[in-house]
């Protein structure tokens, strides 16, 4: 205990001698060093909940920001413990956007005249965008298990809390497509299957290659601003810039398949109108809104992972 006291005197006579010296160094280091410590604060929040945590154990503040580079930034922990929490924040954020980005496109789909593909895809990225902050202390804002896969297969993720998140994911979108067909009814559905997606006649093959693209867009960028340390500075803002990517995504993909990017979006509406609706549709391409986005998401994860130092 004293040898810790000493050391700490002795670096603050030096921080105060160098600041008398010249004034210049004490806004460099001094800054560096509050940034530092506001900076892992923000992440410990941001992600200790979700399953995994910074490694914060015993040692200088350099020493640790060396580990946490070193390590990738997370460090999966030793307890495997379901945060039921988090999968609770997932069903709702699920069912929320389900609600409100399908409902956006059954209200608005092929009106002549209007700009619905771009009110419609603004709706996506910006109910991911507050989703992802309003749940985001709780379980990281996935919101997608193409997303919570690419955590799990790169070690960010426990595979028990990525499985129970998943299947958090899948209800909440049933539930809300459920709540859907009570606020639109079939026959003044504007989609005609409750905002599911569908790959045209012979477009099989464009639909998965944009599907796998997109993802990779979307799962890259959730990457470089929430688990890459170099971008621990931006991370307040990481939810804006995933939002951006889902509206990116859904301006390009909305022609071609109604645009996915989420399998668990894709898959709750689709099981309801099957059960509900008058024209059932058909899963018989419902594969490619599985295969193109979770491929993508696990390249992605890969290729941000590779990059990182």
Same mark, same amino acid.
């Given at each position: 205990m004293v040898m810790h006291c000493s050391s700490f005197a002795i670096i603050v006579l030096t921080a105060i001698t160098l600041a008398s010296s010249e004034s210049g160094v004490c806004d460099t280091v001094g800054c560096d060093v509050e940034d530092h410590v506001e900076t892992v604060s923000?992440?410990?929040?941001?992600?200790?909940?979700?399953?995994?945590?910074?490694?914060?154990?015993?040692?200088?503040?350099?020493?640790?920001?060396?580990?946490?580079?070193?390590?990738?930034?997370?460090?999966?922990t030793d307890d495997e413990r379901l945060n039921l929490r988090a999968v609770a924040a997932?069903?709702?954020?699920m069912t929320l956007f389900v609600i409100i980005g399908c409902g956006s496109a059954m209200g608005v789909a092929k009106v002549e005249g209007s700009?619905?593909?771009?009110q419609v895809a603004l709706t996506f990225g910006f109910a991911i965008s507050s989703l992802a902050y309003a749940i985001g202390s709780y379980s990281g804002g996935q919101i997608n298990c193409a997303v919570?896969?690419?955590?799990?297969?790169?070690?960010?993720?426990?595979?028990?809390? #990525? !499985? *129970?998140? $998943?299947? =958090?994911?899948?209800l909440g979108a049933i539930l809300g497509a459920i709540i859907l067909t009570a606020m639109?009814?079939?026959?003044?559905?504007?989609?005609g299957g409750l905002g599911a997606n569908s790959v045209?006649?012979?477009?099989?093959?464009?639909?998965?290659v944009g599907e796998f693209t997109m993802t990779f867009l979307l799962v890259f960028v959730v990457f470089e601003t929430t688990v890459n340390p170099a971008a621990a500075p931006n991370s307040v803002v990481a939810a804006?810039?995933? #939002? !951006? *990517?889902? $509206?990116? =995504?859904?301006?390009?993909l909305i022609p071609l398949d109604g645009c996915s990017i989420n399998p668990t979006r894709s898959f709750g509406p689709a099981l309801v109108r099957k059960f509900i609706y008058k024209n059932p549709g058909s899963f018989a391409d419902h594969w490619v809104f599985w295969v193109g986005p979770l491929l993508g998401a696990v390249c992605a994860a890969g290729v941000s992972t590779a990059m990182q130092p």
């Amino acid at each position: 205990m004293v040898m810790h006291c000493s050391s700490f005197a002795i670096i603050v006579l030096t921080a105060i001698t160098l600041a008398s010296s010249e004034s210049g160094v004490c806004d460099t280091v001094g800054c560096d060093v509050e940034d530092h410590v506001e900076t892992v604060s923000l992440l410990q929040t941001s992600f200790e909940t979700s399953g995994v945590r910074i490694d914060l154990s015993a040692g200088s503040s350099m020493e640790q920001e060396q580990t946490v580079h070193e390590q990738g930034r997370l460090a999966t922990t030793d307890d495997e413990r379901l945060n039921l929490r988090a999968v609770a924040a997932e069903f709702i954020a699920m069912t929320l956007f389900v609600i409100i980005g399908c409902g956006s496109a059954m209200g608005v789909a092929k009106v002549e005249g209007s700009a619905w593909v771009l009110q419609v895809a603004l709706t996506f990225g910006f109910a991911i965008s507050s989703l992802a902050y309003a749940i985001g202390s709780y379980s990281g804002g996935q919101i997608n298990c193409a997303v919570t896969l690419a955590l799990v297969v790169t070690g960010h993720l426990g595979a028990i809390q #990525g !499985f *129970a998140n $998943f299947v =958090a994911q899948m209800l909440g979108a049933i539930l809300g497509a459920i709540i859907l067909t009570a606020m639109y009814p079939e026959e003044h559905d504007k989609t005609g299957g409750l905002g599911a997606n569908s790959v045209p006649e012979g477009r099989t093959f464009h639909a998965l290659v944009g599907e796998f693209t997109m993802t990779f867009l979307l799962v890259f960028v959730v990457f470089e601003t929430t688990v890459n340390p170099a971008a621990a500075p931006n991370s307040v803002v990481a939810a804006l810039a995933i #939002g !951006f *990517a889902v $509206f990116l =995504a859904h301006s390009v993909l909305i022609p071609l398949d109604g645009c996915s990017i989420n399998p668990t979006r894709s898959f709750g509406p689709a099981l309801v109108r099957k059960f509900i609706y008058k024209n059932p549709g058909s899963f018989a391409d419902h594969w490619v809104f599985w295969v193109g986005p979770l491929l993508g998401a696990v390249c992605a994860a890969g290729v941000s992972t590779a990059m990182q130092p």
